[in-house]
């Protein structure tokens, strides 16, 4: 899914990751090129997202502009993500609060309980 198809309906896999793979690479087409990009959107697969720096930066700046835009179950999912990144040592603590700076537009309940589980870990 990305910035400039923010389509979340479509469940079809665009990219498989076999069972030796560590990693898989994508090839951005230019329509794409400079947006947004969000994999295993809606957690449709077993497994967490880690994004560079600029790309956890585009997602952050598009929750804060609309977080409408993707979809309730993956917002819950970046951070579920990220916080768990942060308690794993992988990312520093502030990537993942990063994610919690659109909070105030959040109007379902699972990314608040999402978060609150996190927060209560660290207490």
């Known amino acids: ?3 400039s198809r923010p389509d ?3 469940k079809k896999p665009k990219l498989w990751l076999r069972n030796n793979q560590l990693s898989v690479s994508y090839n951005v087409d230019e329509a794409d090129a400079g947006d947004w990009l969000i994999l295993n959107a809606d957690s449709t697969g077993f497994y967490r997202v880690l994004y560079s720096e600029d790309m956890l930066t ?3 700046n598009q929750l804060i502009t609309n ?3 993707i979809s309730p179950l993956t917002r ?3 951070i579920d993500n990220y916080f768990n990144f942060a308690a794993a040592d992988y990312v520093d603590v502030t990537q993942a609060l990063l994610l919690t700076k659109y909070l105030g537009q959040e109007t379902t309940l699972s990314a608040w309980t999402l978060l609150n589980r996190h927060l ?3 207490f």
Do not use: R
Request: charged share 15%; net charge negative.
């Open 8 to 10: 979340f309906l479509d």
């Open 120 to 122: 209560s870990k660290a």
């Open 76 to 78: 819950s999912q970046l």
């Open 1 to 3: 899914v990305s910035g």
């Open 67 to 69: 977080a409408s835009v």
């Open 58 to 60: 585009e997602i952050v």
